[in-house]
């Protein structure tokens, strides 16, 4: 029956999909911003950090957001703060996610010891707040980049996901077609990857937007302390960089309001997202 | 249920044991030697900058073999000894965290149990109703996806600036001295407002959309179906559904305090609120490594500690756990 049904269910799956409007609002909007990182930095007259001209310029036709108090550009440096910011997003919440799944995946699968203990790995992970070690890191390294601060952020990001796939594989793990699986001597890597995942690709997908929309934030919060990357202009450091030297009081509002409003349309557009699948997979929350 | 709590408090100590680790081997294994770097900042001659280096590894103890110095890490911390700051030099850190710690409690219990019970009863009474749900729920979307900084920043503007309604830094009045009288305590409660606000929005968006998911997934259930077929009144169902609701909620509170604490850390350097997250700023841009172990440490024990208070308040109000532990083992 599964592989009769397979190619209609598949249109219904994207006929439900295209039908919701959580899902069509949040896509939207991601997309949008995608579409503004990678065309903003050729379409912006200046450097992130040249001297564009007047300081603490309102926005105009010269300069779209404005200027800073250095007379840099705000809306190159907000593009290419919107680059680094899906370049986390990406690198940082899919590390994450795929430690998570690894982590999840062994223990339910293999049960007994190993889940024993990597059941208390995640635990430990869990309770330490990530922000705290990730600061403490950054505050040795002199010279840190996106890519070093992605893999931060992802390692140690993927507890509560390893948490979620366990559940789930310890619930797959003794259905009929599992065992089926063991009895022809299938191998247990080959059992989860082709029988265990894709009973989960819905909610790993969702999983994935949860930790891209997390990996953001964190690295937003970590930017914001002067602990970002040392060598790009990051969203969470035009906050950072705003507050340091007086926007508040200069009333320089198109510094600090542009990176915060991309921050989070982009994460709420996330979260959207994530609900507007999840009603798209799950028959019983669509709405009629 | 002494089960459940030894394997809790067994996971605990591991975990202090590992913070406190990790609080000792980062500063000792990552690239770069502070007190190089200190001499080097201080411009001497190589002659006096090599008393001097010999001087500060023997004042830190970084001259003795390693193990002994992580034994004495751990006996100093035991004795409370954090060593002694570098931003406010003769202070011992101990005392500088000591004085900040009440900011935090005064700020951050309140928003976390305020945002709580708001966020859940709110979108409990949002769920399933269509016009709610389509007005209110997207700004729940918005506020939990909000950085705290942002919404920080935000405030302090609108509210402090523009408007000149509430101040936006410090925790009382830079002319006044803590005292206890009626005008300090108007200071202080005025300065903690804006704050508050920031935490408790942002907390109360994502507490409320939790619930208003929830929920629908447990009026979906078959219990509830059966009970409204049974003619049950709509409200005792959806009561029924917020009893069982509730507990992941409690069990996100948390997962969630690590999130809170990263909030709470920006939202105080925002308002240059004397908390610990200011502490830590002062920490790093003043290099006060011994600061930034001691905020990490008292950040650990806190966390820790109120993990504990949540399993306490899970084992109150979910009775299966109290039954079932006996059983399960």
Redesign the interface.
């Known amino acids: 029956m599964q592989t009769v049904t397979k190619p209609k269910k598949k249109n219904e799956l994207l006929f439900f999909a295209l039908r919701n409007t959580k899902l069509r609002i949040g896509l939207a909007i991601i997309l949008f911003f995608v579409v503004l990182a990678i065309v903003g930095p050729h379409l912006a007259k200046y450097k992130p950090n040249e001297f564009a001209g007047a300081q603490n310029h309102p926005p105009s036709a010269e300069y779209w957001f404005g200027t800073t108090s250095f007379g840099d550009d705000v809306f190159s440096q907000f593009a290419s703060g919107l680059g680094a910011a899906f370049e986390v997003g990406l690198l940082g919440g899919g590390i994450g996610t795929l430690i998570g799944l690894l982590v999840g995946f062994v223990a339910g699968y293999r049960g007994g010891l190993i889940d024993e203990f990597l059941n ?1 790995l995640t ?2 992970v ?8 990730l ?3 950054a ?4 010279a840190r980049g996106v890519f070093i601060e992605s893999i931060f952020i992802g390692c140690f990001a993927w507890p ?1 996901t390893a948490r979620a796939v366990r559940a789930q594989t310890f619930s797959l793990r003794t259905r009929d077609f599992v065992d089926m699986a063991r009895i022809s001597a299938m191998r247990p890597l080959k059992i989860i990857a082709t029988e265990i995942a894709p009973n989960m690709m819905s909610y790993l997908l969702l999983v994935f937007i949860l930790q891209f ?1 997390g990996a953001i ?2 690295a ?2 970590l930017d ?4 970002g990357p040392t060598n790009v202009i990051s969203l ?1 450091l035009m ?1 950072n960089n ?2 340091i030297y007086g926007a ?2 200069l ?1 320089v ?1 198109w510094w ?2 542009p ?2 409003i991309a ?6 557009a ?3 997202t994530n ?1 507007g699948l999840d009603e798209a997979f799950n028959p ?2 669509r709405e009629m | 249920m002494r089960q459940y709590f030894g394997r809790k408090l067994l996971i605990y100590f591991i975990t202090f044991f590992l913070a406190v680790s990790i609080d000792w081997l980062i500063p000792r294994f990552m690239p770069g030697n502070p007190v190089q770097g200190m001499i080097a900042r201080a411009n001497l001659s190589a002659e006096s900058a090599k008393m001097i280096y010999s001087y500060y590894m023997q004042a830190f103890g970084l001259n003795i073999p390693i193990w002994q110095q992580y034994l004495n890490f751990w006996i100093a911390i035991f004795h409370g000894d954090f060593g002694t700051s570098i931003w406010l030099f003769p202070e011992p850190v101990i005392k500088i965290i000591k004085d900040a710690v009440p900011y935090d409690i005064l700020l951050l219990l309140p928003a976390i149990l305020v945002s709580w019970f708001a966020g859940n009863h709110f979108g409990a009474f949002a769920a399933r109703s269509k016009w709610l749900d389509n007005t209110i729920l997207p700004i729940g979307y918005i506020l939990t996806a909000t950085p705290y900084m942002w919404l920080g920043i935000l405030l302090a503007w609108a509210l402090g600036i523009v408007v000149h309604i509430f101040p936006f830094s410090g925790a009382y009045a830079y002319s006044m001295m803590p005292s206890f009288t009626w005008g300090f305590i108007w200071s202080l409660a005025v300065h903690w407002v804006l704050p508050f606000l920031s935490l408790f929005l942002v907390m109360f968006g994502g507490w409320a959309i939790g619930m208003r998911n929830l929920i629908i997934y447990e009026l979906e259930s078959d219990y509830s179906h059966y009970l409204l077929a049974l003619g049950t009144p709509r409200k005792l169902v959806r009561k029924y559904a917020f009893n069982n609701a509730v507990l992941p909620q409690v069990t996100g509170l948390a997962l969630q305090l690590g999130v809170i604490v990263a909030g709470a850390l920006v939202t105080e350097i925002v308002f240059s609120y004397p908390g610990i997250g200011y502490l830590i700023l002062q920490a790093i841009q003043n290099e006060d490594y011994f600061l930034l172990q001691g905020c990490f440490l008292f950040i650990i024990i806190g966390v820790l500690l109120a993990n504990f208070a949540i399993d306490v308040v899970y084992v109150l109000v979910d009775p299966r756990t109290r039954i079932g532990m006996q059983g399960e083992g």
């Open positions: 208390m635990n430990i869990l309770v330490i707040p990530a922000l705290m070690v600061l403490i890191i505050v040795y390294l002199k509560w929309g934030l964190t937003a919060t914001f302390i002067g602990l969470g906050m705003a507050v508040l009081i009333g509002w600090f309001v990176p915060g921050i989070t349309a982009i994460v709420g996330l979260y959207v609900v019983k929350l």
